[in-house]
Each structure stands twice: as C-alpha cells, then as structure tokens.
C-alpha cells in the first residue's frame, strides 16, 4: 500500500486540501482527508508537504527526447524517450511519426507496438500517432514535401489492422481520398485528426460530419481565414474552434502558440474540448544550440522551442508537459484544475481510456503526479510504483 498525504488533490472541478491519496495494487483506492484516514505501518507514505496531487498527464503527440526520434524505429530509444518525459509529469503518452517512406513509416510502427504494454520505467506507451504521410504540401512545416502523398489504401490498411498499436491519425482532410481513410479510421476505433492542412470550411465541415473528431496542434500547419472574391471565409482553423464535435491540440509552450491565442482556444473550445499536448522532438533535454534530427528533417534547440536550422519554422517543441500546464495557468489565465484537466482527464477521454486514466477516482489506474506551488514536478506515479523522484541535490 502507498498513501500520498497532506496535498491539495486536484479533482475533476476543484481541489481538495489536506487530502490523501490511497494506492492498493496499482489502483486508487481511496481520497479523504488525511486527519481522518489510518494507514497500515508497513505503507510507503509520501509527505506531498501541501503541494499540488494531480492525475499523471496524457500525452497524444510526442515525437522524442535526448536527441532520440520515434522514427530511430528501436524499443530502446522509445524507452529512452518515456523516461525523459516522465520528468515532466507524463504518465501515458502516443509516440508520433512522421511523413517518411513506406518502409520507414512501418519500420516506426513495429517498434510502438513491440513497446505497447511494456514497463520501461517511465511513461506507458499506448500505441503510435500517425502524423503524416497524407499532408497538404503547403503546409507540412518540418516534414519532408517529397514523401508527402495522397492516401493509398493499400498502403494505409497494413498500418491500420495492427489491432490495438494506432490510436490516432493526423491527415489533410481535403486530399482525395481522405474521407475514406476517416471512415477506414473509425471502423478501427482510430482517431482521424485534421492537421497540415490548406482546406477550406466546406472541405473541412465535409470530414467533421463524416467523423473526423480532433485537429492537431491547433494554430499551427493549418488554413486559416482567407478573402474568397468579396467574402472571407472560414479555414480549417476556424472551423475546428467553431465545431464543439472537435476537441484539439494545443502545445501551449509560449513558443507554437502566442497567448492571446491560446486564450482565444480556451473561450472557443472550452476546457473540455482541449488536450495539452507537447509536439516534442528529439531536442527535448537538450541544451540551447543542439542539434537534431526529426525524421530527415533537422533542427536546433533555440530559445527554447525546436526551429529549423536556418530560422525560418518551428520544428516541434523542447517541452514537457508540467511546463504547458504552467503555461496555461501562467500565460492563458485558466484555473489549475482547468489546466490539469487538459492534460489528464481531456486526452484519456479522447482515447477512450477515461474509466482507466486521467483521474483520482477509486478503481482508476494510480498514474499521479506530485508537484509544487511554483510547478516543480517532485514525483511521478505510474500504476503505483513511483518512477521519478526529483534529485535530492536539485531540491
């Protein structure tokens, strides 16, 4: 047994003060406050030392850390990966892809799904996010124009019936093709999210109604409002803060998104239909200056967010997600449960995992972080067994 004492546990909708939390076999068992709950004396008791006792955050969109990328196509570079973000209060996290060939794509997959399921000591990796090939030219960013191509089924559907090892699929809805692919997604209880895109709201309005439920890294890679003729119309922007059936990526590290911006998706979407995520790369951990590669693309660490070498786009972000969780409460003005809540509660949901992870309700998976006023990460929970403790000589 382990009983986390004396933190302000972070609920759905608000904070519980000096409360405890009950971990037995991996679970949570029971939150009360912590003058009214006896423990057995053999129990591992955390002194929380009334800093904040939060669900473990999920992320959907993560492409690596310490110079490794996803697409290295190894289970150890992965496990290198998760335990980098562990530090950061990521408990569960989707690694990403990129636009690359056939070979390589699938290469990446076999090592996501090898890892699925595994214990390497830092966050569980729960299947791949596909992010690419099938990307509007215009606005692919970071990833290569010369792999990016049309959906091909018979490319696609080896990829998709890998039962359990995708969870989710960014794509330009207005490719042909597309919503076909949205449909083969759903029939797999895939997510399709629209990303790198240059639709228009028609084309973009034509993928929501078919199904497609999320928009990556919202702001970013997308068309956005344009003058048609006389008019001004709508791009997929616009049209994912307008559709409430969309929740969306936000990498609120102060860098891909400005401020007022990321106030702005807060009082379109609404805290329930965001999911922090960190878009990171390889520079992650790295120091100011490093460079590295995301799939064939490079990047340098500068200023603290990934750019291409020469200074002209974004290529990922250095982030971890206690820092996005500061940012919104810090940068956006959101409440802390709200923050917290775009980081736990929101992408679990998203997943389909909402009864497992990304709460403290009993019977839920014991994923928690512990960290401090100031957002100092101090200890990282995963299924009971705690996975990082801050070093003592930086406290």
């Not at 996290?93 to 690359?100: E, F, I, L, Q």
């Not at 389909?352 to 929970?381: C, M, N, W, Y």
Request: proline residues 5%; charged residues 20%; glycine residues 12%.
């Amino acid at each position: 047994m382990m009983v986390i004492i004396n933190g302000r546990v972070i609920g759905p909708r608000s904070i519980l003060e000096q409360h405890c939390v009950i971990i037995e076999g991996g679970k949570i068992k029971q939150i009360a406050p912590t003058s009214q709950v006896l423990w057995p004396e053999d129990a591992r008791v955390i002194d929380a030392q009334g800093g904040f006792v939060a669900p473990g955050f999920v992320d959907l969109h993560v492409h690596g850390a310490l110079g490794h990328d996803t697409m290295e196509g190894s289970v150890e570079v992965l496990a290198q990966i998760a335990k980098f973000h562990i530090a950061g209060g990521t408990t569960a996290m989707t690694p990403a892809t990129v636009t690359d060939s056939r070979e390589k794509i699938t290469a990446a997959l076999d090592a996501i799904g090898r890892a699925v399921g595994h214990n390497f000591g830092g966050a569980q990796i729960l299947g791949a996010h596909i992010e690419g090939p099938y990307l509007s030219t215009q606005k692919c960013g970071a990833q290569p124009a010369a792999f990016v191509r049309a959906p091909d089924p018979t490319e696609y559907m080896p990829w998709l019936e890998r039962e359990g090892a995708v969870t989710q699929m960014t794509l330009a809805p207005e490719l042909p093709g597309a919503l076909e692919l949205i449909d083969a997604l759903l029939e797999r209880e895939i997510i399709p999210s629209g990303g790198h895109t240059v639709a228009n709201s028609e084309q973009t309005r034509a993928a929501i109604d078919r199904g497609l439920c999320q928009a990556t890294h919202l702001f970013n890679a997308m068309s956005a409002a344009t003058k048609v003729g006389a008019f001004r119309m709508p791009g997929a922007l616009e049209t994912f803060l307008a559709d409430d059936r969309v929740m969306v990526e936000l990498v609120a590290d102060g860098k891909h998104v400005h401020p007022e911006l990321l106030r702005l998706a807060v009082r379109a979407k609404g805290a329930d239909r965001i999911c922090l995520v960190t878009d990171a790369t390889a520079g992650a951990g790295l120091a100011d200056g490093s460079e590295f590669n995301v799939g064939v693309a490079r990047g340098v660490v500068r200023d603290g967010v990934g750019m291409k070498t020469d200074g002209s786009a974004l290529v990922g972000s250095v982030a971890t997600m206690i820092q996005l969780v500061r940012n919104m409460v810090e940068l956006a003005g959101v409440t802390l449960v709200d923050a917290v809540r775009m980081a736990s509660m929101n992408p679990a949901r998203a997943l389909g995992l909402s009864g497992h992870k990304g709460g403290l309700e009993p019977q839920r998976d014991a994923d928690i972080v512990v960290f401090s006023p100031s957002f100092v990460l101090e200890k990282t929970v995963i299924g009971g067994r705690v996975e990082y403790e801050r070093p003592v000589e930086s406290q």
